[in-house]
Every structure is written in C-alpha cells, then in structure tokens.
C-alpha cells in the first residue's frame, strides 16, 4: 500500500510563509497526477495545486501567485511552498497522488484509488 505522510503544517501569522512536505512510500514508472487539498471545518474539499509526471502544475484561483508545489526525489516527496499566508488559508491541507491517463491534472480529483495522506494542520492569525 503506498503511504503518504504530510509535515511541515503548523501556526503562523498572516503574510508570512509555510512550506508543507509529503512523503511517498512507493512512486511508479506510470503517468500520475499528485497535489495538495485542503478543507476547513464546514466547508467542502477544494484542490489547491496539482503536479504532474512532467512537472506541469496547476493552482487554484485563491492561491496562485502564491503558492508553489514542486516534487523531487524523483516523486518521493512533494511540496507546497506557501507565501503570503492569509486567515483564508487556515485548512487542514493533504497531500494525495493517483496514476492517472490524461494530458493534464488540472482538474483532477482523486478517485478511490487515489491515495491520501492523513493531513496537516495550517493555521494563519490575523
């Protein structure tokens, strides 16, 4: 079972910056789709930034410009590198990656077969 651990959450106060980490117990040779949700309390899923195989990435509108995902190890850790944080912005954030057939994973969302971490806490001040 691939297993993903999400780090790096934590509390800070608005303008400043976060970066979060996920590590991925397994990568595959096949095309994937990974990137990072968050969801308040109340409030549905929303996807945040994806990544793809090729390193094409995607942001949603309230983020971009803002946020930066990346991956390395060869797709066995990514990362959300999140500037400019805002009280908006308090969610608990996962990490999740699914092998996918696509020319891109920009509406991407995970099927039961996609695999999710278990969530890190992001909390920004006022």
């Known amino acids: 079972q691939v297993r993903l651990v999400e780090s790096g959450g934590g509390s800070v106060e608005a303008g400043e910056s976060l970066t979060l980490s996920c590590t991925v117990s397994e990568v595959t040779i096949k095309d994937t789709c990974m990137g990072w949700f968050r969801q308040a309390p109340g409030k549905e899923r929303e996807r945040v930034a994806t990544i793809d195989k090729r390193g094409r990435t995607s942001y949603s509108d309230t983020v971009k410009g803002r946020f930066t995902v990346s991956s390395g190890n060869d797709g066995h850790i990514l990362y959300l590198q999140m500037n400019s944080l805002k009280p908006e912005d308090t969610a608990m954030y996962y990490c999740?990656?699914?092998?996918?057939?696509?020319?891109?994973?920009?509406?991407?969302?995970?099927?039961?077969?996609?695999?999710w971490g278990q969530g890190t806490q992001v909390t920004v001040s006022s």
């Open positions: 999740a990656v699914e092998v996918t057939t696509g020319w891109s994973c920009t509406d991407w969302t995970p099927s039961p077969l996609g695999h």
